[in-house]
């Protein structure tokens, strides 16, 4: 299977897509459409059957809107780097809860503690013990959140001021930031 790279962008009500590698252009009156008329363009002007033809397709520009895959690996960079605090804060719940459960504290009182329904205070006393250890998952959450987003210089800065302004983590130095955690 060959797989070449298209570039879209968007002209009045067209999109161009536009295939570097074998000098191509097509159009697509759908963004949803552009990778397949892309794979039928190369298709055709390479004599390749269409099932051994693969695309990898980025929107470029749409009018004065530039660098949009910047932001779109900006967007996954923030959902990756979300979903790594997701799965921090369901450990310290599930931990929290099963501590606060060993001293006799009503699930109904865990989820007011915890700021979620009995049902799910439930869930999460009941659930696989938590490692106690919890302290120690700060500095591997930083350092994940980190190497989720990347080298994007921008990004790593966004991340670490939402971090230090949700009171997760605390900032220290200068251009070399190095985070602890609470």
């Known amino acids: 299977m060959n797989t070449y790279k298209a ?10 897509v536009a295939i570097p ?8 009156r759908r963004l949803s459409e552009a990778p397949l008329m892309a794979r039928e ?3 055709a002007a390479t004599d390749q059957p269409l099932d051994e033809v693969e695309v990898t397709a980025s929107v470029e520009r749409v009018g004065d809107l530039v660098n949009i895959s910047d932001a779109l690996n900006d967007i996954r960079s923030s959902r990756a780097a979300a979903a790594v605090l997701e799965d ?4 310290v719940a599930t931990w929290l809860a099963q501590s ?13 503690i915890l700021g979620v329904s009995y049902q799910r205070a439930q869930q999460l006393t009941a659930s696989a013990s938590a490692d106690p250890e919890v302290s120690g998952l700060g500095a591997a959450l930083v350092g994940a959140l980190i190497a989720e987003v990347g080298t994007h210089t921008a990004g790593q ?3 670490m001021d939402r ?3 949700a009171g997760e983590i605390t900032v220290l130095g200068g251009s070399e930031s190095k985070a602890s955690a609470y």
């Open 163 to 165: 971090l230090a302004n």
């Open 88 to 91: 921090h804060a369901t450990v």
């Open 21 to 28: 590698e074998i000098d191509g252009l097509t159009q697509a």
């Open 157 to 159: 800065s966004r991340l």
């Open 7 to 16: 570039t879209i962008t968007r002209e009045g009500k067209w999109w161009m």
């Open 100 to 112: 606060l459960a060993a001293q006799n504290v009503t699930v109904r009182d865990i989820g007011t």
């Open 41 to 43: 363009y190369i298709s």
